[in-house]
């Protein structure tokens, strides 16, 4: 498995994102694990908001029952995002932030998170009760780094003004099909729709300022409107992926984790399967190197045109 640098840690550039382990029993969580271990992916992901913290707790109970797999593991989760039975809301407050990583912790059964992100950006924010949480939380040793998640440059400046701790992470969309970090960049001055600056620039903000880039949805087009590999919107892109798979002796979805970790940002790719095989077979994509002419094939079978 390729490494990745996140601050000052080498970590594995495949996660396993547990948003979906809530159906899963808690040995199908074991197996799921165990697999995820053989290939080389000890990162995984969490959220307080995954079925209100039912996935937290189920994979705290494998982790109570397994002793020695805390230390062979990265550990991450998000918070801020606070869901109800009729409303949704965001909540950067200093006691929200302490009180729901204490629940994280207690639900996870550890002592201490390797990672925690700000989920999706509270537009109430207050910079200075965010780093008083943090301080706190760091000085307990309750969580050992710090990132962000769906942040732009702005709003992570914001956050800077008041903290101590470095934003190591910040986690985006980025996929073959969800390639807005990059066409404004690539269409800079056009007068197309692909020129619009929608993020501030945040791919290169993050790889000026260090800030490790973890992709969600690697396989999923739109906003959770379903996956791009083998469906037949997408003829001209599957083709392509399907001949580079066959080149490279792997599947499709190795293609696909290939082509984000091409990028030299050295980002992560966040897997929500849950499907062993799957698993696997992502994980192959991080020991391919697509070349430049391929990473830019890609690109243009998705739909993408070059000025």
Known sequence: MKNVTIGSNQVPAVVQGCMRIKDLSEDQIERLIEADLENGITFFDHADCYTNGLCEEKFGKVLAKHKDLRDKITLQTKCGIVHGPEYTYYDFSKDHLLETVNASLKRLQTDHLDYLLLHRPDALVEPEEVAEAFDRLHQEGKVLHFGVSNQNPAQIEL???????????????????????????????????????????????????????????????????????DNPKFPKLNKKVNELAAKYEVTNNAIAVAWILRHPAEMQVILGTTNLTRVAESAKGADITLTRQEWYEVYLAAGNKLP
Not at 196 to 208: A, E, F, Q
């Open 159 to 229: 956050l800077k003004k008041a903290m101590k701790q470095p934003f190591e992470v910040n986690q985006l969309q980025f996929s073959i099909m969800a390639t807005g970090m990059v066409d404004q960049g690539i269409n800079v001055n056009m007068t197309v729709d692909a020129s619009s600056d929608r993020d501030g620039s945040i791919l290169d903000y993050c790889r000026l300022h260090g800030i490790t880039v973890q992709a969600w949805s690697p396989f999923q087009y739109g906003f959770f409107e379903g996956v791009f590999l």
